[in-house]
């Protein structure tokens, strides 16, 4: 990928869509078959009376870009509905992370302390690691990472970036 690619702005949108089976495959393959990067992606049921899911999808490009992707996504059978909450406005965008720290004596007691400051919380403790459950933004979760690194890393579990619009509007 060229430099520009890495430097464009990064997106959230989030999308409306029929929970049946293939949606999410039609969704990546608009993405794939385009070779627009996904940097997040979420999807869960949200409404089961109407039968609906949202797809919360990260990804980056200059505006020409991102309106391709809005379009495209706005052409397929099944969505209702498609957000680009980095352009509507104020919005709140949420991971959670699993991390996982091996060590001994004062890199473990660090790792605790470094885990305070962060408000992760210890899920599972044994005499040689801890599993810390992080939450905040994505750049949150990427310093809480980069910390651990020297205390013993050993193993990262992230569910993606979740997020919705802030205010009374709703998708």
Known sequence: MSSETTTSPRHTIAVLVDNEPGVLARVVGLFSGRGYNIESLTVAEVDTTLDR?????????????????RAQLERLVPVFNVVDLTEEGPSIERELALVKVV????????????ADIFRAR???????????????????INAFIDLMRPLGLAEVSRTGVVAIARGADAM
């Open 122 to 140: 210890a899920v599972d403790s044994t005499l040689g690691s801890f599993v810390f459950e992080v939450t905040g933004e994505s750049g949150k």
């Open 53 to 69: 899911s949202r797809i919360n999808i990260v990804t980056s490009g200059d505006e020409m870009i991102i309106n391709q992707i």
């Open 103 to 114: 060590g001994q004596g004062e890199n473990r007691i660090e790792a605790l302390r470094v």
